[in-house]
């Protein structure tokens, strides 16, 4: 075989975008690229390494010998290796050995523009492309008409490892999932699905929140064309695809990208910046514009490569702040004298601002925990520019009240009331996430009190209240059907309950709660607008019940939501409404079909010219126990 030629896909305007921050393409530059040189076919490869004193490719094409192939690097000061090694083919194994200017410290590295990587414990990366016929052109064309803001937005949050497994225990491949997946998706009636982090990572109790190879599918499930066609799949049934993208860390593993030169070239090299303390982890330097340039491009990557419809940015209260998780001392305030990480900011507003402008009908999704202002609000408003962010306090609260038993729960009502006095602050989702069923915090269903009608019942009734609040939604695996036992990323979801009713009720009420909510724009139209609520009655602490109206840009759809929070059935139960008319209940969730009781309303209720709540008109209707019902207003 050839010695390493010289050969470059960088031009002179590649390199001056990726030292300013701004190449958001460098996966077509960097990396391995099969390609063809004056007739003779083989592999481009480029690397940065500015601290690097030489870089070898080693792999199964010269026995993993150091020196064999060294790559050349650029005159212009990059700090870019590059080559064509001819007779290197699609499939073969290859890593970076870097000597460094630093000691001399040699390391080996796997490629971090790898688009496929052995299964781990392997760590080669893989040659390989990103060849597929798609057949998603319908939904591309039109997602951005499905994908807005106002519009039905409902989540299924999966972990590929622990959906399903086969009946020898083991993972299902991308394959496997896009039959099996995507039918049950369509079933449920979710509009989305999120992926728990798919991108390679060495460690399975990570869940994949330590990457290694962000620019590949994990190939624990298949190739990286596998994974393609679930996305595929998925799109063609009508059903978008949001990753879990996780820029805020990075494991340091040795084949990974801490230490990549023998220099701290990805991670920040003060490692009060540097280092995560809770996670034992590296955290990338967003000051360094070639490493803004690696992450922004990344991003891009999914969104066009994998026509993916949206990232959910993982931890970003990680990185927003310098105390996070760090006692005094081990941290240094910014150059005002705050706790905020300027560089931070300033990527975090890059990123979206490169994702929006690129691409339509897409959607980022933040994952915070703080009162950070303005993180769902345009970067030229001076916010972050987020699409939407979750709302992690009204998860907490509505958490705290369901798990009290009824009989206390009239002196905690302003745990369910209080998220009303923020919710149109941000473009909140409502999660119901993996993080809540691990570590002790048992199950969504597990939390409920009572003996089991009472728990099925606070569970319908949580779901029931989550669908009818302002807001997108979220769900994790397993919580649809009310899996009992704590998520356990090492099995499959326990989907024998499903022989049950009332596991099968809770499944059938998930699947017509996703009907109601798409098919109603009263629940989506101004889901982020103080317009589209209103409350009727938040204050009836002694009977736990709230009440309040959904509208949307046609009043004639407006709904009334009213929800019992104990067991009583009451009868009688008069609200206040602005109008004079009929009520026509549409949703109930005690219904038989669901496992509840069967306490209902008559098809249609007259107004009464009765003033109540404030209100000129008012109704008399029948509360079920721990229920919710849903009538439109007519």
Known sequence: MNKVQPHSLFTDFDISLFQAGKHFRLYEKLGAHLIE??????????VWAPAARSVSVVGDFNYWVQGEHQL????????????FIPGVEKGSLYKYKIQSNNHGIITEKADPFALYCEHPPHTASIVWDLDYKWKDQKWMQTRKEVNG??????????????????????????????????????????THVEFMPVMEYPYDPSWGYQLVGYFAPTSRFGKPQDFMLLVDKLHQAGIGVILDWVPSHFPDDAHGLGYFDGSNLYEHPDRRKGYHPDWKSLVFNYGRNEVRSF????????LQQYHVDGLRVDAVASMLYLDYSRKDGEWEPNIFGGRENLDTISFLKDFNEAVYATFEGVQTIAEESTSFPM?????????????????????HDTLQYFKKEPVYRKYHQNELTFSMTYAFSENFMLPLSHDEVVYGKRSIAGRMPGDEWQKFANLR????YMFTHPGTKLLFMGAEFG????WNFESSLDWHLLQYDYHKGVKKLITDLNQ??????????????PEGFQWIDYSDHQNAVMSYIRKGANEKQDLVVVCNFTPVVRENYRIGLPKKGKLSPIFNSDETQYGGSGVSNPKTIKIDAQPWNGREFSVEITLPPLAVVVFKLG
Do not use: C
Request: net charge neutral; aromatic share 18%.
């Open 516 to 529: 109601l909510y798409k098919s109603n724009p009263a629940l989506y139209e101004k889901q982020f607008s």
């Open 37 to 46: 040189v004056n007739g003779v076919k083989g592999v481009y490869f480029a």
């Open 461 to 464: 009734l949580l779901y029931g």
């Open 483 to 486: 899996q009992s036992g704590e």
């Open 295 to 302: 992450l922004i491009s990344n991003a891009i990557f999914w």
């Open 72 to 83: 050349l690097v650029r005159w212009d000061g990059s700090g870019i290796w590059e080559g």
């Open 375 to 395: 993180v769902s609000r345009p970067t030229f408003n001076g916010g972050l520019g987020f699409g939407m962010k979750w709302m992690m306090g009204w998860m």
């Open 149 to 190: 803001l106002d519009k039905p937005y409902s989540v299924y949050e999966v972990h590929l490892g622990s959906w399903r497994r086969n009946a020898e225990g083991k993972f299902l491949t991308y394959v496997e999932l896009a039959d099996q997946l995507v039918n049950y998706v369509k079933e449920t009636g979710f």
